[in-house]
């Protein structure tokens, strides 16, 4: 598809169309205009247009990865949270696109590490306020399961269903979730892990493409949330994706010797 005379994947147009609309409707929720997530859009924008034009010397293009990272950083730091801290954050996340790399890919995924500097630096929590259940007329309801979508454009469905499974499933064995019922089962698979699956882990510049190695990678990723969890690690998610990022880049680089 093109926008303004430039081709555009059908995937990131829905991740922005749907980060959006999740984002609006969650802030609309808690009563409070998100300004921290329009700053980190506006910032990592003006960043990867920067980087293009100065450092790349490329003409113009819309900087769709820097809007899709600015929404992501924005609605998993707090919803509140100081305007340097979001800055930082995406700053980071951008710089490290296109800078960290192996063999024209990323590392790591450019959210995770901005947001785990960003902060640690301020001691803050990271919030995940775009995943949350609302009550509409008396029912728990989220909009996450329409991310389904994203993974599904990203060819990375695999991956992301691997991860949920698999966390639901060591949860149980462990005894962390002790009392098995529908509710706490639709409150794990469809809260927070849920967007951080559908979203963040199926990043397809970070995480691997064949059947086998996705279910491997989401599995793995819910081992380390697991044990994170357990150890009581802040920010057990982002550094769990940063785990697994760095055991892609190892795979990565024994595949090609």
Known sequence: MKVMEQPIGVMYLWAIALLSAIAIFSSYELGEFPYALVLSVLIAALIEILIRRFYQRQRF???????????????????????????IAVTIAVLSKFFIKYKGGNIFNPAAIGLVVALAIFGAGDEWWAAGNYNIYGLAVTLTPIL????????????ALSFVSADLLLMIATGALVHVSVDSVVGLLFGVNYYFAFVMLVEPKTSPYGKYAQIAY??????????????????????????????????RRSRKR
Do not use: D
């Open 61 to 87: 293009k819309i900087p769709i990865s820097g809007l899709i990272t600015g929404l992501i950083v924005g609605s998993v730091a707090p919803i509140s949270a100081p305007l340097l801290l979001v800055s």
């Open 148 to 159: 389904i979508i994203l993974a599904y454009e990203s060819r990375r469905l695999t991956m």
């Open 218 to 251: 989401g599995a793995s990723a819910a081992g380390f949330y697991l044990g994170l969890s357990f150890l009581r690690i802040q920010y057990p998610l982002l550094i769990t994706l940063l785990m697994v990022n760095i055991l892609y880049f190892i795979y």
